[in-house]
């Protein structure tokens, strides 16, 4: 039982390039979400998802693109990558839509230059 | 959801309780009160949530005022490893759209 699991853990990106950032989860949790924190603030949800084939947009989700085809797997997708998109990423997942709390991956840290 | 209200940051002594206080004085009768900590740029994680009784786990209890206005996460016997940013977030269950806010940074000296 791995939890939730963030792939790449740090990244460089180059103004303009594309990427997704992956989280996977082991718990069939059917809410999964990203959020990103920037230094000294809270965490900002970016788009959440209840269950396969349904996600939406949180606080911020300008610049960013999901997909959810499995219960698994939440791929964030970066399409071109600002500067402003220098963040620290976060992926959680719960079941019963939280009411036990959310499980946060590790996290990853995009640089964009 | 509600907002809270933490202080920024509060200091604890080794060995002490830390009494880690939030304001919710908006709070929705259906909405519960959650505690998750973030250690040094780990990801976030859940303490403890509650409704209107006082909760406690192994780590943390959580005491809710009758008015359910105002909350407290304490940490019995605080150490060096619960230094931490604590976040206090009011919520209703069904509501997806959770946001976190800046939290208290909790240091314990030893």
């Known amino acids: 039982n791995a939890g939730v699991t963030q792939t790449p853990k740090f990244q460089v990106l180059k103004t303009g390039q594309s990427m997704t950032l992956q989280c996977a989860q082991d718990m069939n949790h059917e809410y999964m979400s990203w959020y990103r924190q920037d230094p000294g603030m809270g965490l900002r949800l970016i788009h959440y998802s209840v269950g396969a084939g349904i996600t939406d947009q949180g606080e911020v989700p300008n610049g960013y693109n999901v997909s959810r085809s499995t219960t698994e797997d939440f791929p964030l997708r970066l399409l071109s990558a600002a500067p402003s998109q220098t963040s620290v990423y976060f992926c959680a997942s719960s079941y019963n839509r939280g009411r036990y709390g959310y499980t946060f991956g590790s996290g990853t840290r995009l640089t964009v230059v | 959801d509600a907002k809270t209200t933490q202080p920024p940051s509060m200091d604890c002594a080794e060995g002490r309780a830390a009494n880690l206080p939030c304001n919710h004085s908006t709070i929705s009768g259906n909405e519960y009160v959650y505690w998750y900590r973030q250690i040094h740029s780990q990801g976030p994680q859940y303490i403890i949530h509650?409704?209107?009784n006082n909760e406690t786990n192994e780590m943390a209890s959580l005491i809710i005022t009758e008015d359910r206005k105002s909350s407290t996460l304490i940490l019995p016997h605080a150490t060096l490893r619960d230094t931490a940013v604590y976040y206090c977030?009011?919520?209703?269950?069904?509501?997806?759209?959770?946001?976190f806010g800046p939290g208290t940074s909790l240091s314990v000296i030893p």
């Open positions: 509650g409704l209107k």
């Open positions: 977030i009011v919520r209703v269950v069904s509501y997806d759209k959770v946001i």
